[in-house]
């Protein structure tokens, strides 16, 4: 049987962001993942669909989608 996603409100650098995850991660990994995203403009408005990345953190590989505020995270 598979984990609940859960869906966590999270604050990151004065933003409110919406985690949505199945797996643990660190509280480090994830304000790696925010700060990456924020580099690479994930979160600057847009009317494309949702985006897509991979961001390497702490030996895991992620795949991240990103709506919004909403921020999907998955372990590859």
Known sequence: MRAMLEKIPFLHRGNAYQIIIEDDITFTALHFILDELIE?????ESEECP???MIACEDTNYIIGVDGTNV???NR
Request: proline share 0%; charged share 0%; glycine share 10%.
């Open 40 to 44: 690479q403009g994930a979160f600057t």
């Open 51 to 53: 985006m897509q990345y």
């Open 72 to 74: 999907i995270i998955a």
